[in-house]
C-alpha cells in the first residue's frame, strides 16, 4: 500500500500502453521518412567532427589516456541524440494529440486509461529514441571508434535517458497552453546539450563543474561514455539512479494530469 | 422487468460552483430508446460523459450494468459505444484504421476487428471511402464513420451526443435509418438532442432537461398529449404586433403562446379554430395548421423555446 | 496612397508573430549565447591548444571564427523553419493565403509579402547575434552592423526558395528531411565550424555551391575583417541569386496553389 501512496493512482492503473505503440507505428508506417531521416542527424555531426574538428582540436586526455576527438565526441553525441528524439516526440507531438486532434479524449472512452495513455506514448518515444541509439552504434562501428563489446550496454543507458527526458517532457507538455510556449523547449535542451559534458570533459569547466551535474543529460553522457570503454565503476549506480527517478516523476504526473485534465 | 442498464438517483454534476446537472432521476432499460432533450446547456452532455464513465460523479449515485462508474470504469467501457458530440477521429488515419485502432483499444485481435470494420463500414454505407483519411469526408459520413466506430466494440450501450446536430437534412435522414435499423436489432440507444423532430423519430421514451434539471419525463405522444394540444394555430401578424393581438385570439384554443414572430394557438382542430377567428374578422398576415410538437411542449415548460 | 498589396499580405505573418514575439526575441539573444559560450569559448579553448590551429585557421581566434559565422547560420535555420511550418499553415491549414488571392491581391504579392515577412523575422534574429557578439572582444567590430543585413540576406535565401516548395506540398511529411539532408549538413559542412579546406577534395567544391558557405564567408569577412571586394560582391551576388531565382519560382508555384 505503500506504492499507492507515493504513485498517484492514475499510474497503477495500467494495463494496454502497447495500444498507443500500434496506433502510432500505424501513423508513422506511411511517413516513414520522418523517423528515417532522423538516423542521420547524429551521424551528419559525428562525420563534421571526425573530418574537422579533430584536426584542430587534437588529442584530448580522457583519465589519463589521449583520444582522438571525434571519439571524445562520439558518446555524448549518441545521448545527446537519444534526449532530442525523446524530447521531440513527447513534447510538440503529443501536443498536437492532445489538444488538437483530441486523440486522448477519443481513447480514454474506451476501456485504455490515463496511465496506459502516459505509459505508451512515452515507451513509443523511447524505442524511436532506441532505434537511432543503435544505427549511432553501427556508424561507430564502421567508423573504427568502438572500444569495447560493452559498447551494448549503452543502448541500455540511452534508453534510460529516453525514459526520463519523455518523462519529464510529456509532463511538461500538459502545463502548455499554446504553440508559442514551445519555444521554451529548445531553451532548456539546448543548455543541456551543449553544458552536458558532451564537447569537453568535465574538467573544463573547472569549478563550475558542479552545474554540469546537475544536468540529467550529463549523467547519461558519463553513463554511455562508461560503456563505450567498458569501464565500470559503482558510482555508475548513482547515475542511472538519477535517470530513473525522473523518469518515475514524469511519467507520474503525466497520468495524472491527464486523468484531471482529460476526466473532468 | 429486468433490471434497468443504467440508473440515476439524484445525480449531480458541478464544474466549481456551476451545477450543470442538478439532481437528475433516470432509468433506461435493456432494448429501449432514451433520449435528453433540452437546449445548450441543459446538462446533457456532462450526464453523457458520467454515463461514459469519462467524467466523475459528483454526488448521488449511477450505476451502468449495475457497476459503479467510479471503481469499474474499465469494465464498464468496455461494454459501451461512444458517439461524442464533436468528431473525435484520427485524423492521421485512413476510415479503415481508424476503426481497427479503435478496436485494438477494446482489446479485441486484429482479424476480428478487421473483418467486423468491413461489415460496419458496409452498414453505414462508406465501404468505398475505406482507405481514405478522414479529413476529406463531409459532416455526415464523418458521423457515420463515428457511429461505425462505436459499434466495433459490439457494445450492449450506444450512448448518442448531438447525433445530427450540424448536418444537413439528407444525411439526417439517412442517420435515423441506420439508428432505426440498430433498434430493430435489439441495441440500446441512449441520446441526446435538441431538435424535438428527433426525439419524435428515435426515443421510445424521453426527459426533457433545462438547466441541469429534468422537467418532464414519459413518451413524445404522451409528453405531447399531456402538455400540448393536437394541433397548433400559428398566426403571423406583422412584427411587433403578434402582442396587441392576443386578445382579439382568447377563447379560441386552450392556451396562446406569444413569440417574437408569431402567436400559437393551442386547439384540437386548427382549420375550425381559423374559421372562427376569420368569422369574427381577425385577419392574420399569414397561418399555418400543424400538428403539435415536442417544441410545443418545451414551450410550455420553459416559456422558451429549443432552438433559438 | 493606398498601401502596396505586398504590404498587406506581410502584415497578416506579422500580426501572428506579435502574439509571440516576446518568447521569440529572448530566445534570439539566449541561444547565440548559449552556443557563443559552449561551442565558442569551450570548444574555443580545445582548439585554440590545438597542435595544428593558428595555422589552420589563419591566425584568428576559434571563438571568433566561430562566432562570426553565427550570424549566417541563425539566420539559417530560423529562416528556413519559417518557411516550412508557418508557411504551410497559410497555404493549407489555415488557409489564409487562399483567402487572400480572391481579393485583389495577386499570387506574386503573396510571394513578395512573405519575403518581407522572413525578412523581418531574419532581422530580428540577426540583431540578436549581433548584440551579442559586440560583448566579446574578438567580435567587438563595426562590421556587425553590415553584417546584420548579410545575415538576412543569407536568410532569405534559404527561406524564399524552400517556400517554393512549400506551397506545392499538402502535408508536411517532407519538412524534417529539408531539415535534415539540405538544411542540416550545411550547417555541418559549410564552413561554420571549420575552414572548408579540410574538406575532402571532392567535397571542398561542393560547399562553394551552397548559399551557407557564402553567407558564413560574407558575414565572416565583415566582422573579423579581411573581404576583397571582389569577395564582397561575389557573396552578395549569390546569395541574391538564391533569392531571386527563388522568389520567380515562388511566382509561379504559388499561382498554381493559389489559382488554380
Ligand atoms: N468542462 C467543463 N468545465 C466547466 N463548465 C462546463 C464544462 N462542461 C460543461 N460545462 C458547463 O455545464 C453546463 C452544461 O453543459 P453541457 O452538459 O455541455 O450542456 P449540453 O450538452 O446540454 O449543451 C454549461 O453551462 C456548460 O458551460
Ligand atoms: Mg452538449
Same mark, same amino acid.
Request: aromatic residues 10%; hydrophobic residues 50%.
Given at each position: 500500500m505503500i506504492t499507492t501512496r507515493i504513485l498517484p493512482s492514475a499510474l497503477l492503473d495500467v494495463r494496454s500502453p502497447?495500444?498507443?505503440?500500434?496506433?502510432?507505428?500505424?501513423?508513422?508506417?506511411?511517413?516513414?521518412?520522418?523517423?528515417?531521416?532522423?538516423?542521420?542527424? /547524429?551521424?551528419?555531426?559525428?562525420?563534421?567532427?571526425?573530418?574537422?574538428?579533430?584536426?584542430?582540436?587534437?588529442?584530448?586526455?580522457?583519465?589519463?589516456?589521449?583520444?582522438?576527438?571525434?571519439?571524445?565526441?562520439?558518446?555524448?553525441?549518441?545521448?545527446?541524440?537519444?534526449?532530442?528524439?525523446?524530447?521531440?516526440?513527447?513534447?510538440?507531438?503529443?501536443?498536437?494529440?492532445?489538444?488538437?486532434?483530441?486523440?486522448?479524449?477519443?481513447?480514454?472512452?474506451?476501456?485504455m486509461s490515463a496511465g496506459d495513455i502516459a505509459i505508451g506514448e512515452i515507451g513509443?518515444?523511447?524505442?524511436?529514441?532506441?532505434?537511432?541509439?543503435?544505427?549511432?552504434?553501427?556508424?561507430?562501428?564502421?567508423?573504427?571508434?568502438?572500444?569495447?563489446?560493452?559498447?551494448?550496454?549503452?543502448?541500455?543507458?540511452?534508453?534510460l535517458?529516453?525514459f526520463a527526458?519523455a518523462s519529464i517532457?510529456m509532463a511538461?507538455?500538459?502545463?502548455?497552453?499554446?504553440?508559442?510556449?514551445?519555444?521554451?523547449?529548445?531553451?532548456?535542451?539546448? /543548455?543541456?546539450?551543449?553544458?552536458?559534458?558532451?564537447?569537453? /570533459?568535465?574538467?573544463?569547466?573547472?569549478?563550475?563543474?558542479?552545474?554540469?551535474?546537475?544536468? /540529467?543529460?550529463?549523467?547519461?553522457?558519463?553513463?554511455?561514455?562508461?560503456?563505450?570503454?567498458?569501464?565500470?565503476?559503482?558510482?555508475?549506480v548513482?547515475?542511472a539512479g538519477v535517470l530513473v527517478g525522473l523518469s518515475v516523476v514524469g511519467m507520474a504526473v503525466t497520468a495524472s494530469r491527464i486523468k484531471t485534465?482529460?476526466l473532468? | 422487468?429486468?433490471?434497468?442498464?443504467?440508473?440515476?438517483?439524484?445525480?449531480?454534476?458541478?464544474?466549481?460552483?456551476?451545477?450543470?446537472?442538478?439532481?437528475?432521476?433516470?432509468?433506461?432499460?435493456?432494448?429501449?430508446?432514451?433520449?435528453?432533450?433540452?437546449?445548450?446547456?441543459?446538462?446533457?452532455?456532462?450526464?453523457?460523459?458520467?454515463?461514459?464513465?469519462?467524467?466523475?460523479?459528483?454526488?448521488?449515485?449511477?450505476?451502468?450494468?449495475?457497476?459503479?462508474?467510479a471503481h469499474e470504469g474499465r469494465?464498464?467501457?468496455?461494454?459501451?459505444?461512444?458517439?461524442?458530440?464533436?468528431?473525435?477521429?484520427?485524423?492521421?488515419?485512413?476510415?479503415?484504421?481508424?476503426?481497427?485502432?479503435?478496436?485494438?483499444?477494446?482489446?479485441?485481435?486484429?482479424?476480428?476487428?478487421?473483418?467486423?470494420?468491413?461489415?460496419?463500414?458496409?452498414?453505414?454505407?462508406?465501404?468505398?471511402?475505406?482507405?481514405?483519411?478522414?479529413?476529406?469526408?463531409?459532416?455526415?459520413?464523418?458521423?457515420?464513420?463515428?457511429?461505425?466506430?462505436?459499434?466495433?466494440?459490439?457494445?450492449?450501450?450506444?450512448?448518442?451526443?448531438?447525433?445530427?446536430?450540424?448536418?444537413?437534412?439528407?444525411?439526417?435522414?439517412?442517420?435515423?435509418?441506420?439508428?432505426?435499423?440498430?433498434?430493430?436489432?435489439?441495441?440500446?440507444?441512449?441520446?441526446?438532442?435538441?431538435?424535438?423532430?428527433?426525439?419524435?423519430?428515435?426515443?421510445?421514451?424521453?426527459?426533457?432537461?433545462?438547466?441541469?434539471?429534468?422537467?418532464?419525463?414519459?413518451?413524445?405522444?404522451?409528453?405531447?398529449?399531456?402538455?400540448?394540444?393536437?394541433?397548433?394555430?400559428?398566426?403571423?401578424?406583422?412584427?411587433?404586433?403578434?402582442?396587441?393581438?392576443?386578445?382579439?385570439?382568447?377563447?379560441?384554443?386552450?392556451?396562446?403562446?406569444?413569440?417574437?414572430?408569431?402567436?400559437?394557438?393551442?386547439?384540437?382542430?386548427?382549420?375550425?379554430?381559423?374559421?372562427?377567428?376569420?368569422?369574427?374578422?381577425?385577419?392574420?398576415?399569414?397561418?399555418?395548421?400543424?400538428?403539435?410538437?415536442?417544441?410545443?411542449?418545451?414551450?410550455?415548460?420553459?416559456?422558451?423555446?429549443?432552438?433559438? | 496612397?493606398?498601401?502596396?498589396?505586398?504590404?498587406?499580405?506581410?502584415?497578416?505573418?506579422?500580426?501572428?508573430?506579435?502574439?509571440?514575439?516576446?518568447?521569440?526575441?529572448?530566445?534570439?539573444?539566449?541561444?547565440?549565447?548559449?552556443?557563443?559560450?559552449?561551442?565558442?569559448?569551450?570548444?574555443?579553448?580545445?582548439?585554440?591548444?590545438?597542435?595544428?590551429?593558428?595555422?589552420?585557421?589563419?591566425?584568428?581566434?576559434?571563438?571568433?571564427?566561430?562566432?562570426?559565422?553565427?550570424?549566417?547560420?541563425?539566420?539559417?535555420?530560423?529562416?528556413?523553419?519559417?518557411?516550412?511550418?508557418?508557411?504551410?499553415?497559410?497555404?493549407?491549414?489555415?488557409?489564409?493565403?487562399?483567402?487572400?488571392?480572391?481579393?485583389?491581391?495577386?499570387?506574386?504579392?503573396?510571394?513578395?509579402?512573405?519575403?518581407?515577412?522572413?525578412?523581418?523575422?531574419?532581422?530580428?534574429?540577426?540583431?540578436?547575434?549581433?548584440?551579442?557578439?559586440?560583448?566579446?572582444?574578438?567580435?567587438?567590430?563595426?562590421?556587425?552592423?553590415?553584417?546584420?543585413?548579410?545575415?538576412?540576406?543569407?536568410?532569405?535565401?534559404?527561406?524564399?526558395?524552400?517556400?517554393?516548395?512549400?506551397?506545392?506540398?499538402?502535408?508536411?511529411?517532407?519538412?524534417?528531411?529539408?531539415?535534415?539532408?539540405?538544411?542540416?549538413?550545411?550547417?555541418?559542412?559549410?564552413?561554420?565550424?571549420?575552414?572548408?579546406?579540410?574538406?575532402?577534395?571532392?567535397?571542398?567544391?561542393?560547399?562553394?555551391?551552397?548559399?551557407?558557405?557564402?553567407?558564413?564567408?560574407?558575414?565572416?569577412?565583415?566582422?573579423?575583417?579581411?573581404?576583397?571586394?571582389?569577395?564582397?560582391?561575389?557573396?552578395?551576388?549569390?546569395?541574391?541569386?538564391?533569392?531571386?531565382?527563388?522568389?520567380?519560382?515562388?511566382?509561379?508555384?504559388?499561382?498554381?496553389?493559389?489559382?488554380?
Amino acid at each position: 500500500m505503500i506504492t499507492t501512496r507515493i504513485l498517484p493512482s492514475a499510474l497503477l492503473d495500467v494495463r494496454s500502453p502497447q495500444r498507443l505503440l500500434e496506433r502510432n507505428a500505424m501513423v508513422y508506417r506511411r511517413s516513414w521518412m520522418v523517423i528515417f531521416s532522423g538516423f542521420f542527424e /547524429p551521424l551528419f555531426y559525428l562525420l563534421s567532427i571526425r573530418i574537422g574538428l579533430s584536426a584542430l582540436v587534437g588529442d584530448i586526455e580522457v583519465g589519463g589516456k589521449l583520444i582522438p576527438y571525434d571519439e571524445f565526441v562520439a558518446p555524448g553525441l549518441m545521448a545527446a541524440a537519444a534526449m532530442n528524439g525523446a524530447v521531440l516526440e513527447s513534447t510538440m507531438n503529443v501536443f498536437h494529440k492532445w489538444r488538437q486532434a483530441k486523440l486522448y479524449d477519443s481513447i480514454l472512452a474506451t476501456p485504455m486509461s490515463a496511465g496506459d495513455i502516459a505509459i505508451g506514448e512515452i515507451g513509443f518515444a523511447v524505442i524511436r529514441g532506441l532505434m537511432y541509439s543503435t544505427a549511432f552504434i553501427f556508424t561507430m562501428l564502421a567508423l573504427g571508434m568502438v572500444k569495447s563489446a560493452w559498447i551494448v550496454m549503452s543502448v541500455v543507458a540511452c534508453a534510460l535517458i529516453g525514459f526520463a527526458f519523455a518523462s519529464i517532457g510529456m509532463a511538461w507538455t500538459t502545463y502548455m497552453r499554446s504553440w508559442a510556449d514551445f519555444e521554451y523547449v529548445p531553451a532548456v535542451t539546448l /543548455p543541456l546539450f551543449l553544458f552536458s559534458a558532451t564537447f569537453y /570533459p568535465l574538467s573544463s569547466y573547472g569549478s563550475w563543474s558542479w552545474v554540469v551535474q546537475l544536468s /540529467p543529460l550529463y549523467h547519461g553522457v558519463v553513463l554511455v561514455r562508461a560503456s563505450n570503454l567498458g569501464e565500470w565503476s559503482p558510482s555508475l549506480v548513482v547515475h542511472a539512479g538519477v535517470l530513473v527517478g525522473l523518469s518515475v516523476v514524469g511519467m507520474a504526473v503525466t497520468a495524472s494530469r491527464i486523468k484531471t485534465l482529460l476526466l473532468k | 422487468m429486468p433490471p434497468p442498464l443504467i440508473t440515476a438517483r439524484s445525480l449531480v454534476k458541478r464544474f466549481g460552483d456551476l451545477v450543470a446537472v442538478d439532481g437528475i432521476d433516470v432509468d433506461v432499460q435493456p432494448g429501449e430508446a432514451f433520449g435528453f432533450l433540452g437546449p445548450n446547456g441543459a446538462g446533457k452532455t456532462s450526464t453523457m460523459r458520467m454515463i461514459g464513465c469519462v467524467s466523475p460523479v459528483s454526488s448521488g449515485r449511477l450505476e451502468i450494468f449495475g457497476l459503479d462508474p467510479a471503481h469499474e470504469g474499465r469494465a464498464i467501457r468496455s461494454r459501451i459505444g461512444v458517439v461524442p458530440q464533436l468528431d473525435q477521429l484520427d485524423q492521421e488515419l485512413t476510415v479503415m484504421e481508424n476503426l481497427v485502432i479503435y478496436a485494438r483499444y477494446f482489446d479485441i485481435p486484429r482479424a476480428v476487428a478487421q473483418s467486423r470494420a468491413v461489415e460496419l463500414l458496409d452498414f453505414v454505407q462508406l465501404a468505398d471511402r475505406a482507405d481514405d483519411k478522414v479529413d476529406p469526408l463531409s459532416g455526415g459520413q464523418k458521423r457515420r464513420v463515428s457511429i461505425a466506430r462505436s459499434l466495433i466494440s459490439e457494445p450492449e450501450l450506444l450512448l448518442l451526443d448531438e447525433p445530427t446536430t450540424g448536418l444537413d437534412p439528407q444525411a439526417r435522414h439517412l442517420l435515423w435509418d441506420r439508428l432505426h435499423q440498430l433498434k430493430e436489432r435489439g441495441a440500446t440507444l441512449v441520446l441526446t438532442t435538441h431538435y424535438m423532430d428527433e426525439a419524435e423519430q428515435l426515443c421510445d421514451r424521453l426527459v426533457v432537461m433545462d438547466g441541469g434539471r429534468i422537467v418532464a419525463e414519459g413518451s413524445p405522444r404522451a409528453l405531447i398529449t399531456e402538455y400540448a394540444t393536437r394541433e397548433v394555430l400559428e398566426m403571423r401578424f406583422g412584427r411587433g404586433r403578434n402582442e396587441e393581438r392576443v386578445d382579439d385570439v382568447l377563447g379560441v384554443g386552450e392556451r396562446v403562446e406569444v413569440l417574437p414572430d408569431r402567436l400559437l394557438v393551442y386547439v384540437a382542430d386548427g382549420e375550425s379554430a381559423l374559421a372562427e377567428l376569420h368569422a369574427r374578422s381577425v385577419i392574420p398576415e399569414s397561418a399555418l395548421v400543424r400538428r403539435s410538437s415536442l417544441e410545443d411542449v418545451f414551450l410550455r415548460l420553459t416559456g422558451r423555446t429549443l432552438v433559438d | 496612397m493606398s498601401t502596396p498589396a505586398p504590404l498587406r499580405v506581410a502584415y497578416r505573418d506579422l500580426a501572428l508573430y506579435r502574439g509571440f514575439w516576446k518568447a521569440n526575441f529572448v530566445a534570439a539573444f539566449i541561444q547565440p549565447m548559449l552556443y557563443l559560450l559552449g561551442i565558442g569559448l569551450g570548444v574555443g579553448e580545445l582548439v585554440d591548444n590545438g597542435p595544428d590551429s593558428a595555422e589552420l585557421l589563419g591566425g584568428v581566434s576559434y571563438f571568433g571564427f566561430y562566432s562570426s559565422a553565427l550570424l549566417a547560420t541563425t539566420a539559417m535555420f530560423t529562416s528556413s523553419q519559417e518557411a516550412l511550418w508557418p508557411t504551410m499553415d497559410g497555404f493549407q491549414w489555415s488557409n489564409a493565403y487562399r483567402a487572400m488571392v480572391s481579393t485583389p491581391i495577386e499570387p506574386r504579392d503573396v510571394a513578395t509579402g512573405l519575403t518581407i515577412y522572413y525578412a523581418v523575422r531574419a532581422t530580428v534574429g540577426a540583431i540578436g547575434v549581433a548584440v551579442v557578439l559586440a560583448l566579446f572582444g574578438d567580435t567587438r567590430s563595426w562590421g556587425l552592423i553590415p553584417a546584420v543585413p548579410g545575415a538576412v540576406l543569407t536568410g532569405l535565401a534559404f527561406a524564399v526558395p524552400i517556400a517554393a516548395w512549400t506551397s506545392t506540398r499538402t502535408t508536411g511529411d517532407s519538412f524534417p528531411a529539408i531539415l535534415r539532408f539540405g538544411v542540416l549538413p550545411m550547417f555541418l559542412f559549410s564552413g561554420a565550424f571549420y575552414p572548408i579546406k579540410q574538406l575532402p577534395d571532392w567535397l571542398e567544391p561542393v560547399a562553394w555551391l551552397t548559399p551557407l558557405w557564402h553567407g558564413v564567408e560574407l558575414c565572416r569577412g565583415l566582422v573579423l575583417g579581411g573581404l576583397t571586394s571582389v569577395e564582397l560582391v561575389g557573396h552578395i551576388a549569390a546569395l541574391s541569386g538564391f533569392v531571386i531565382v527563388g522568389w520567380a519560382i515562388c511566382t509561379i508555384t504559388f499561382r498554381r496553389r493559389l489559382q488554380p
